[in-house]
């Protein structure tokens, strides 16, 4: 049995006929047969430079959850309940603090580079998330259907979200520690929401997620998932009914060749840079 | 070495049904005795010429959601929020009474929680309301005006709300600029320009309800068919 992943994002016709590259980015990373680490960000729309602080923050977030996930989840029960959180605060200050690299290099403000971040640690016994701004984290096992993980952090207004780099971003992070079985987990952005998610109850729409569980009992490999992912979001049935930048980001925990710790990220795969030099 | 060509179309999540996000605009038009005559017809003709361009678009006729109050005497709510499929013809105002601007603006407010609250209850999401005062006079409701103008002000400051006001010939600007938002200040309307006013407006419900509008500052088109320099942009 191993962790089955992969992740993808690709950018919306909403940016066509401008300069904007996808302001969307994830990540997920195999720590040894049990755990695995995952991260997307959403950059806001309206800073010029959030492209760079998606990529950061989850690749910070990512670096910083690999360093200590082993003990701290992925070790006895009782040390997870007490210390699990940690994993994921830590992660959130080191992306926050890896914007600020970033904004006091190319001299900007730390606003340009607003992004949202979801990120993750799990076994399949256990998992440590959080959540700042919009955007979704759901899991299931066979004994619980799809739900989600954390609550996501919205404004008043359609599209409105709090990100990373607010002031009060760290106090109203949403970071929770649940242990129970886990054999799914799926992460995606605001713009996929608005297909996967119930507004009236803001509970997932299953008949969304079935599909990737079901693909997942074939695949052997990441690369064959993220086959399916990658055709997914750039369908015409999707891209009619979305304008956004998009990401998705799935595990299973199925039969599989077994791993050694491996990065997966669309780069992995396709060997193209998007959009940062 | 798996041909995962054919597996890739085998993917295929069904998409929820969600409603759509919501454009509200709220219009507080003065219909007063001194709008007898040629300016209310003139205003009646733009108000009906709104609502067909808002009909003629395909994403505005789902989203924009459009109330409408007539000042005049004790004020009335003679349209209540709804999109263009669900609502009436358009309202025809006859002018009569005098010019509570503070009540009208109280009601207005009071129009929009109430919607609010009901696309709360319904997982409806909404684009920060519009709320435009028209007036070719001065208000006649004492203090009243004053208290609300403050609210009114107080909520687009904190962008709870984005007001325009727009002065008809022979409005007080003085008590406009008192009553406008301090970022926004009143428009006059040239002449009797209602159909060049409501036509920009539909203009501007459009790009608001674009699906591509989500995150961004609504441009709005220039004003001059019917005003002097005017606003260039909303915040969403």
């Known amino acids: 049995m191993t962790w089955i992943t992969a992740v993808d994002y690709q950018r919306g016709r909403s940016h066509s006929g401008t300069a904007t590259p996808c302001q969307d980015f994830g990540m997920v990373r195999h720590i040894g047969p049990n755990l695995v680490i995952g991260a997307i960000a959403d950059g806001a729309g309206s800073a010029p430079l959030s492209h760079f602080g998606a990529r950061d923050a989850v690749q910070a977030a990512v670096d910083a959850l690999a360093q200590n996930a082993c003990a701290e989840v992925g070790g006895a029960s009782e040390k997870f309940r007490q210390t699990g959180k940690r994993p994921l605060v830590r992660a959130a200050a080191s992306a926050l603090a890896a914007l600020g690299a970033r904004a006091s290099k190319m001299r900007r403000p730390l606003s340009d580079f607003a992004a949202t971040l979801i990120a993750f640690v799990a076994t399949p016994e256990r998992i440590a998330a959080l959540q700042i701004g919009d955007g979704f984290l759901i899991a299931s096992s066979p004994s619980k259907p799809y739900h989600r993980l954390c609550t996501p952090q919205r404004g008043e207004f359609a599209h409105e979200t709090v990100f990373l780099t607010d002031a009060d971003a760290m106090e109203n992070a949403n970071i929770v520690t649940v242990e129970e079985p886990i054999s799914f987990i799926a992460a995606g952005t605001d713009g996929l929401e608005s297909v996967s998610i119930r507004q009236k109850d803001g509970k997932p729409h299953a008949p969304f997620f079935r599909p990737f569980d079901h693909y997942l009992s074939d695949a052997r490999e990441d690369s064959e998932l993220h086959h399916g992912i990658r055709g997914f979001l750039r369908s015409d049935r999707l891209t009619e009914r979305v304008a956004d930048d998009v990401t998705l980001l799935v595990c299973g925990w199925r039969h599989g060749t077994s791993k050694q710790t491996q990065d997966r990220s669309p780069d992995v795969y396709t060997q193209v840079a998007t959009g940062v030099s | ?236």
Request: glycine letters at 6%.
């Open chain 2, 1 to 236: 070495m798996t041909d995962w060509d054919g597996k890739a179309e085998f993917l295929v999540p069904d998409f929820v049904e969600n409603p759509e996000n919501r454009c509200p605009v709220i219009l507080l038009l003065d219909a007063s005795a001194s709008m007898a005559g040629a300016p209310i017809e003139a205003l009646n003709a733009g108000v009906a010429a709104y609502f067909d361009e808002i009909a003629r678009d395909e994403a505005a006729s789902l989203r924009v959601e459009t109330a409408i109050i007539a000042i005049g005497d004790s004020p009335r709510l003679v349209r209540d929020f709804a999109t263009i499929d669900e609502a009436g013809p358009s309202p025809v105002l006859d002018a009569w009474g005098k010019t509570p601007i503070g009540a009208s603006l109280e009601l207005g407010l009071r129009a929009l929680e109430t919607r609010k609250a009901l696309y709360r209850a319904h997982g409806v999401h909404y684009y920060r309301p519009w709320m435009f005062l028209i007036t070719d006079g001065a208000p006649t409701d004492g203090i009243l005006w004053q208290e609300a103008a403050q609210k009114i002000q107080e909520a687009d400051m904190r962008r709870k709300l984005a007001f325009f006001t727009i002065g008809v010939e022979g409005a007080d600007f003085s008590a406009l600029h008192q009553i406008a938002a301090p970022s926004r200040p009143p428009l006059a309307l040239k002449e009797l320009r209602f159909k060049e006013f409501f036509f920009w407006l539909s203009a501007s419900m459009r790009q608001a309800s674009a699906p591509y509008a989500g995150h961004h500052a609504v441009p709005l088109p220039p004003v001059d068919s019917w005003a002097g320099d005017g606003w260039t942009q909303v915040a969403r």
